[in-house]
């Protein structure tokens, strides 16, 4: 079974208005999300990280409700929407970034970057499993090189900081969130499966997962505080408004009109765009093993867009 939008159908042979705006969809996300793992660092200190995912996907949650009901947009889901959109919240939203803060805490973002390179592979793992879709070869080849591309790329600064075994712990984490992240973009296609719409069925994903999170929180005594620093404050607002309503709306609008894989693939650009601010921001420089690693994301990120869509086996 798959997705009405996800039918067999031969690539365009020139760049079609929806390639265009897949391209320009992926490309702003990269640069949203690219920024973003700067901003969560910048959310580590005094308030504990589980507070601050529950303070940025709540904020992002009622944006998303309030934009709904500003724009007469229904936010009413099937009892079967709002179980996708629960598990979609639980592994997206809240399992996923809990390991992702607990391993950015433990970890260089590179190591964590490398292994968020794999989200579009696991996508199309799992998706070809449980949902018995089909990718063409050009996505598993475009996928293959997101990974061994962001390795390369980031390889100098793996190596550089080492793996002992304090920082197993943090791989681990980061395993778990690639994984989870995986899991959430099924069930969010389950919930295309069932009919509802991308805006409304966010909103819904993200309140289930501050929910989850904030029960937990709650039974585990977590101290609900906030910084009132520029910094924190202009981080919890960037990474809202920008890193999850903005991002994460277009995200799910790409993966419905073009596959998870395509979309997942965001995962692999955004080392990049990290170099980029690196540079500009904190006089880094980068050799020629970065420059190639550059060229196996880009090589494969060409391979997902030319790649036909998915079908059901």
Not at 221 to 241: A, Q
Request: some cysteine.
């Amino acid at each position: 079974m798959t997705a009405p939008s996800e039918s067999l159908a031969p690539p365009p042979s020139g760049l079609s208005r929806a390639t265009l705006w897949a391209i320009g969809g992926v490309a702003l996300c990269a640069a949203i999300w690219g920024t973003t793992w700067y901003a969560i660092t910048l959310q580590l200190g005094q308030v504990a990280p589980l507070a601050s995912i529950v303070w940025r996907f709540g904020l992002a949650a009622v944006l998303l409700f309030a934009g709904c009901l500003l724009t007469r947009r229904s936010l009413k889901l099937s009892m079967t929407q709002h179980l996708a959109a629960a598990g979609q919240g639980v592994f997206a939203f809240s399992i996923s970034y809990s390991f992702t803060y607990a391993a950015e805490g433990r970890i260089p973002s590179a190591v964590v970057a490398v292994i968020f390179a794999s989200l579009a592979l696991l996508n199309l793992i799992l998706f070809r499993v449980a949902a018995r879709q089909r990718a063409a070869w050009l996505s598993w080849g475009g996928a293959g090189l997101g990974v061994v591309g962001v390795a390369v790329l980031s390889g100098s600064e793996v190596l550089g900081a080492g793996l002992d075994d304090a920082s197993a712990l943090g791989v681990g984490f980061a395993v778990l969130a690639v994984i989870a992240a995986a899991f959430g973009n099924f069930f969010a296609w389950k919930g295309q499966v069932a009919g509802s719409k991308v805006i409304p069925s966010t909103a819904w994903a993200m309140a289930y997962g501050t929910g989850l999170l904030a029960l937990y929180g709650l039974a585990t005594g977590v101290e609900w505080s906030i910084e009132p620093s520029f910094t924190y404050l202009g981080s919890l607002l960037y990474l809202s408004v920008f890193g999850s309503v903005i991002a994460f709306v277009v995200y799910f609008s790409i993966a419905r009109a073009r596959g998870y894989a395509l979309a997942s693939y965001i995962s692999a650009l955004t080392p990049p765009i990290a170099m980029l601010v690196s540079v500009l921001f904190e006089n880094a420089r980068f050799g020629w093993l970065a420059l190639a690693g550059l060229a196996l994301v880009l090589a494969g990120q060409v391979l997902l867009i030319r790649a036909p869509k998915v079908s059901a086996v």
